[in-house]
């Protein structure tokens, strides 16, 4: 039995993906790894790229892109290892990350997700731990004020309980995934881990951040299209407030989404105009997208089980 499984996904990111590896098995020292890559239809060499350069990582190919959940859950049901390391491809991890996760999870069994810091490129933080997000944290989102409620874990020194952690690093036990399941596949791409981490809450196990341990996490190389990426943003949101607080909730949700994008599609060039800055016209135009494809997306068809 390995030591570790590593359930990596990765989506056109072949450069990004070769790095990872390489820092992946510097990282493992003496430990015995069980690496797992989930294709999901990329077209740009990956797979040849690990046939030539990683013959020992499993490949699991896909056909098309099936989501970040659904793919990481193919991985989940091929893991060898008591625990799982879900791990982005455009992510590299440490040793001393590993070291320390995997100690913490021994000396406290209750523990049952741990997320470590996650460091941009030139040093600073992201957002990669908090409390669940609330109602108002999903509106602000919708049109654009995220920042002024961000709800980001308090610097501190210690490991300690948080409510979620960022799926860009995260350590799972398999004891854990056997009970909470894996990640919900409604769930295309965003939220997945949120949900995931309060079903492992519900269930009695605890998540932990571990803020010692930094990684360095590009972000967002497997989702350069801005359309269908913030279509994802907004339809996971939706998904999530729907298990959380109801239909009612959602729905009023998603009307405050569209509402919040036509506000924006008009005031963008009137500020510019007062401003006499000029306004992108791509930005906008996204905004048109977006608000397009939010509208015939019928959104929240998929979340009527829960």
């Known amino acids: 039995m390995a030591d570790l499984s590593v359930a990596i996904v990765s989506y056109n990111t072949r450069e990004l993906l070769k790095q990872c590896l390489d820092a992946l098995f510097d990282a493992a020292g003496e430990l015995t790894l069980d690496v797992i890559v989930v294709d999901n239809g990329s077209t740009d060499g990956s797979q040849e790229m690990l046939e030539e350069h990683q013959p020992a990582v499993r490949l699991l190919a896909n056909a098309h892109n099936i989501g970040f959940a659904a793919a990481n859950n193919l991985a989940l049901n091929h893991a060898t290892a008591p625990v799982v390391l879900l791990l982005n491809s455009d992510a590299f991890i ?35 731990a908090g409390a669940f997000p609330t109602f108002i944290d999903d509106v602000m989102v919708s049109v654009g004020l995220d920042r002024l409620v961000t709800r980001r874990t308090p610097a501190q020194c210690r490991p300690g309980p948080v409510d979620w952690v960022q799926g860009a690093c995260m350590f799972i036990r398999m004891a854990t ?3 909470i399941g ?9 939220s997945e ?5 309060r079903r492992c809450w519900q269930a009695g196990w605890e998540v932990w951040y571990l803020p010692s341990a ?5 972000g967002g190389a497997s989702s350069r299209n801005d ?29 405050l989404m569209l509402i919040g994008l036509a506000a924006r599609i008009v005031v963008r060039p009137l500020a ?3 401003t006499r800055r000029q306004v992108g016209h791509q930005t906008v ?8 494809a939010l509208l015939r997306a019928d959104p929240l068809a998929r979340w009527v089980r829960s």
Request: hydrophobic fraction near 40%.
């Open 272 to 274: 510019g105009q007062i």
């Open 193 to 197: 881990e949120v949900d995931w981490c």
């Open 177 to 179: 995934v056997r009970e």
């Open 182 to 190: 894996g990640l919900d596949e409604r769930f295309f791409m965003y």
């Open 285 to 292: 135009s996204s905004d048109i997208s977006l608000l397009a």
């Open 94 to 128: 440490t040793t001393e990350a590993i070291r320390q996760a995997l100690g913490l999870m021994t000396d406290h069994p209750q523990i049952g997700i741990i997320g470590t810091r996650l460091l941009n490129t030139d040093g600073t933080i992201q957002a990669e």
């Open 227 to 255: 359309v269908r990426r913030r279509l994802a943003l907004y339809t996971s949101r939706l998904g999530f407030r729907r298990r959380v607080s109801g239909p009612i909730a959602s729905s009023g949700l998603w009307v």
């Open 214 to 218: 930094a990684i360095v996490h590009i």
